[in-house]
């Protein structure tokens, strides 16, 4: 490819578009890179993790300069049963991302800066300077949620350093034998050396609201449940990922939009799990193989990227209804209990938003974890929508 000349401008500076502009460089060199911030830091708090099924080749390659620690098992826990995974993890982090994009001669990072508005072409900067380019991205996490139907995964998340070895030896990626409040809880562990290890305390809810200090309790009395002592807690992160139950795709995302979007802000995430690192590498892949385009081209890719991973995965906003309407909220752990007792393949499926024909009628055949009249309630997107949309219009009904 000849060197472009083109200059693309990302707003926003968290994980899709770090990629992007990664994958981008490393495509063509050339590409002057300008990413917008308005933190004084790029990327947030984060700990990003995958499965190694979760990404093909060329976004392993992507993502190899950003991995920080890496297991080759994981396991879960229910109150049923307990269950150990011979498959890879994988965690990347914002420290990670931070130093990958600083190492790229041709990206610049303007922290601290804050952009209220993006053009095809050009961006709109809180402090009046207008900056154009050859294309933008909007990356700056959810613009709205219109024609979006959603429940939450919300976490709070301590790295401790015990005063004794912990003993993990790989990721805990659900504890689901601790008890239940606000939904479908669970206890997320990365043991990340003998002595520091992040617990998170999450929830499937239907709300958006983090009680910070009372997790916080949480995770100090789950860490004495397991026979450690905290020695320090070296961090703090905390999120609430969407969820998502239905929706109107061209209602969320217009067609007549000129702006092309990435992360959250285009609904690239797994539906069920929140997580969106293998979908932001998907688009970054795609979007460095059309490089140069302009700002109408950029965000024709972007939108049709997003809606062929819409049309995708409808079971999955499926399987959400019934986790998030049909049945008690209290009693959501045994949907993903019963889900745990499958077949690895269909889970490392699952994981990677794959799922076969087949993967499908396994996960509806057998005894329903939730009352099978409330599931086939919700089980037809269209008319979920229209009677979301009734009790909007009329709450006190």
């Not at 490819?1 to 500076?13: D, E, F, I, Q, Y």
């Not at 050009?122 to 991205?137: E, H, P, W, Y």
């Not at 590498?281 to 700002?295: H, K």
């Not at 057998?366 to 709450?395: D, I, Q, Y």
Request: a neutral charge; aromatic letters at 8%.
């Amino acid at each position: 490819m000849r060197p472009s000349n083109s200059t693309l401008l990302l707003a926003g500076a968290g994980l899709a578009n770090g990629l992007i502009a990664l994958a981008v460089t490393r495509r063509d060199p050339s590409a002057r890179i300008v990413m917008f911030d308005r933190a004084a830091a790029p990327g947030g708090n984060h700990t990003w993790s995958f499965h190694d099924q979760d990404l093909d080749t060329p976004g392993k390659s992507l993502l190899e300069p950003l991995v920080a620690h890496r297991w080759n098992a994981q396991e879960v826990r229910f109150p049923g049963f307990e269950r150990d995974f011979k498959s890879g993890y994988a965690s990347a982090t914002t420290d990670h991302l931070i130093a990958e994009l600083k190492r790229q001669e041709n990206i610049e990072l303007r922290c601290g800066t804050e952009v209220v508005g993006v053009e095809p072409e050009a961006v709109q900067l809180a402090d009046g300077n207008r900056v154009n380019g050859s294309a933008t991205i909007d990356g700056r996490g959810p613009r709205g949620r219109d024609g979006l139907i959603l429940g939450f995964q919300k976490f709070l998340g301590h790295e401790i350093l015990t005063r004794q070895p912990h003993a993990l030896k790989r990721p805990v990626i659900m504890d689901a034998s601790v008890s239940q409040a606000d939904g479908y809880r669970f206890i997320y562990l990365l043991p990340f050396d003998d002595r520091r290890v992040l617990i998170e305390d999450t929830y499937y809810s239907d709300g958006a609201d983090l009680a910070s200090s009372e997790l916080a309790e949480r995770i100090t009395a789950y860490a004495q449940t397991q026979g450690w002592e905290i020695d320090q807690v070296l961090r703090e992160e905390r999120g609430v990922l969407p969820i998502l139950l239905a929706g109107d795709f061209d209602q969320f995302w217009p067609r007549q939009d000129p702006v092309a979007r990435s992360g959250l802000n285009a609904a690239l995430f797994h539906p069920t799990t929140g997580y969106s690192l293998p979908q932001a590498a998907a688009l970054a892949e795609a979007v460095a193989a059309a490089w140069p385009l302009d700002g109408a081209a950029m965000a024709r890719l972007t939108r049709s990227h997003a809606q062929r991973l819409w049309q995708s995965t409808a079971f999955f906003r499926m399987l959400n209804r019934m986790l998030f309407r049909a049945g008690r909220p209290e009693h959501r752990y045994r949907v993903l209990q019963r889900f745990y007792s499958l077949d690895p393949s269909l889970i490392t499926n699952f994981y990677a938003a794959s799922l076969t024909l087949r993967d499908r009628v396994r996960i509806l055949s057998g005894t329903p974890p939730v009352p099978v009249l409330e599931a086939m309630t919700v089980m037809n997107e269209a008319s979920f929508l229209r009677r979301e949309a009734a009790v909007r219009a009329n709450p006190a009904d």
